[in-house]
C-alpha cells in the first residue's frame, strides 16, 4: 500500500545582527511580538530548567529572547524547478547579550507549497536552501536573497554587512522539515537521509557516482534520534528532519505547538549556540583578551548538559549539539584560551622581572649618594669614596643592560 503524505512543515532559517532600532523597525512593518500565555507557561515550568526558559521563554529583554512574528502569504515561483511556493509567516528571534559586540537574531521563514509530494518537498527543500536561488515573484525575476530583504524583512537585511555572522551563514539557510504520513514508512531511514542531506529521492538505491559510500552513511546515521517506532530524527549541521506518522497533525493544537514551538526552539538554541561559538573562533587572534571575556560569559549563560526534567527533550537537545558539534567548539576554544593564559602569565613575569631589575638598577646608583652622605656625617672629609667619571660610566653600564634585558623580553 502507497503511504500518503498528510502533514508537513518546513521552515527556512537565516542569520543576522541587529541593533537597538530593530525592534521599532520590526513593529512599523507589521510584526508582533509573540508572548506566552500562561497556560504554556506553567507547563514550561514544569518540564524545562529554569535557565534554559529564562532564555527561550522570558520576558526579559535585557536577558532572554524576543520574538516578533509576521504573516506573509506571499507567493513566487521556483525558476529551475517551476514550483510554486507560498512563504507563509516569518518569526525573528532576537538574543540579547550585553557582553557581544555584535548582537546576533535567528529568522525563520515557513514556505508551503500545493499538492506537496516527496519529490516536490526534496526539490524546494534544495532550492530554498540557497540565498542566490532565482524566483519569480509579481513577473519579476529575484535572487531569494532580495526577496526576503526587499519583501519580507523590508526595514533591515540579512547580507551585505560583511560581519562574522555572515561569514558564519554563508550563502545558505538550514532547514527544518517534519513530515508526518498515514502509516508508518519502511524506508524513513533513507528518506532521512535524503531529505537531511538535500539529496534526491533515491539515491541511496541508485547505484551510480553520486550514490554515498557506505562509510559516508554510517557517519551520518550517528546523528539519529530514534526514541519511538512512529517518528525519527536526524539532526545534521544544516538541517533537522523528522519523518513519522500519527507525530505531527496540523489539527491538533498540542501537536501544532510540539514542533512549531517548543521543539523547534531547541533547535534555534542550539544554531544560535553554534553561531556564536564560530563567532568567538574565527576572530578570536584579533583581540583574544576580548574572546576570553565573551566566551567566558557566553559559556556561563548557555552552556548546559540538560535543558528538561524529561527524557524526551534532553534527546533531542542533546542529538541537535552533538551533530553540530558544540562540545568540540567549546573544548577547542578551551585550549586556546589556556594558551593564552600561558601567554599573559609569561609576558606579566618578564614584566616583573624588568621592574625588579629597574628597581635594582635605581638601588645602585643611589649606593654612592648614601655612602657620600655617611661620610660626611662621621667627618671624612678628606676622602673620595667615588668621582664623577665612575657614577657616569656606572649610569651608561646600566642603562645599556637595561635596555638589552627589555629588548630580549619582548621576543
Given at each position: 500500500m502507497k503511504n500518503n503524505l498528510k502533514y508537513y512543515l518546513h521552515r527556512s532559517v537565516g542569520f543576522m545582527n541587529y541593533d537597538e532600532r530593530l525592534t521599532k523597525d520590526l513593529i512599523m512593518d507589521g510584526f508582533k511580538k509573540i508572548d506566552e500565555n500562561q497556560e504554556s507557561l506553567n507547563y514550561l515550568k514544569s518540564s524545562y530548567h529554569t535557565e534554559y526558559l529564562k532564555i527561550m521563554f522570558s520576558d526579559n529583554e535585557n536577558y532572554g529572547v524576543s520574538k516578533f512574528t509576521r504573516e506573509l502569504n506571499l507567493s513566487f515561483s521556483i525558476t529551475s524547478k517551476n514550483i510554486d511556493v507560498e512563504a507563509k509567516n516569518?518569526?525573528?528571534?532576537?538574543?540579547?547579550?550585553d557582553y557581544n559586540i555584535e548582537q546576533i537574531a535567528i529568522f525563520s521563514i515557513e514556505y508551503n507549497i500545493e499538492n506537496p509530494d516527496l519529490h516536490k518537498i526534496s526539490d524546494i527543500?534544495?532550492?530554498?536552501?540557497?540565498?542566490?536561488?532565482?524566483?519569480n515573484f509579481k513577473n519579476k525575476t529575484l535572487k531569494l536573497e532580495d526577496f526576503i530583504n526587499k519583501e519580507i524583512l523590508i526595514s533591515t537585511s540579512f547580507t551585505g554587512e560583511d560581519s562574522l555572522v555572515e561569514q558564519f551563514a554563508g550563502k545558505k539557510f538550514k532547514t527544518y522539515l517534519v513530515l508526518?504520513?498515514?502509516?508508518?514508512?519502511?524506508?524513513?531511514?533513507?528518506?532521512l537521509f535524503e531529505l537531511g542531506t538535500a539529496s534526491k529521492i533515491g539515491t541511496l538505491t541508485s547505484n551510480n557516482l553520486n550514490t554515498p559510500s557506505n562509510s559516508y552513511k554510517e557517519?551520518?546515521?550517528?546523528?539519529?534520534?530514534?526514541?519511538?517506532n512512529n517518528y525519527s530524527c536526524l539532526a545534521l549541521l544544516d538541517s533537522f528532519t523528522v519523518i513519522g506518522s500519527n507525530n505531527f497533525n496540523i489539527k491538533d493544537p498540542n501537536s501544532q505547538k510540539t514542533w512549531r514551538d517548543t521543539?523547534?526552539?531547541?533547535?534555534?538554541?542550539n544554531l544560535y549556540v553554534k553561531c556564536t561559538l564560530q563567532v568567538i573562533s574565527n576572530n578570536f587572534s584579533e583581540n583574544p583578551m576580548t574572546k576570553r571575556r565573551e566566551f567566558q560569559n557566553f559559556y556561563n549563560k548557555y552552556y548546559f548538559k540538560k535543558i528538561s526534567f524529561n527524557f524526551l527533550?534532553?534527546?533531542?537537545f542533546e542529538g541537535i549539539s552533538k551533530s553540530i558539534e558544540v562540545e568540540e567548539d567549546i573544548n577547542f576554544i578551551n585550549k586556546r584560551l589556556e594558551t593564552v593564559a600561558v601567554q599573559v602569565n609569561e609576558k606579566q613575569q618578564k614584566?616583573?622581572?624588568l621592574l625588579l631589575f629597574a628597581?635594582?638598577?635605581?638601588?645602585?646608583i643611589e649606593i654612592p649618594l648614601h655612602v657620600d652622605g655617611i661620610r660626611k656625617m662621621i667627618g671624612i672629609n678628606e676622602t673620595y669614596v667615588y668621582n664623577i667619571s665612575f657614577y657616569t660610566s656606572l649610569i651608561i653600564i646600566l642603562s645599556i643592560l637595561l635596555i638589552f634585558i627589555s629588548r630580549k623580553n619582548r621576543y
Open positions: 516569518i518569526e525573528i528571534f532576537c538574543f540579547h547579550d527543500s534544495y532550492a530554498l536552501k540557497f540565498n542566490e536561488t532565482e524566483i508526518d504520513f498515514d502509516q508508518q514508512l519502511t524506508n524513513s531511514k533513507d528518506l557517519k551520518i546515521f550517528k546523528n539519529l534520534i530514534s526514541c519511538f521543539y523547534y526552539s531547541i533547535y534555534i538554541f527533550p534532553n534527546e533531542i614584566q616583573q622581572e628597581i635594582s638598577v635605581i638601588a645602585l
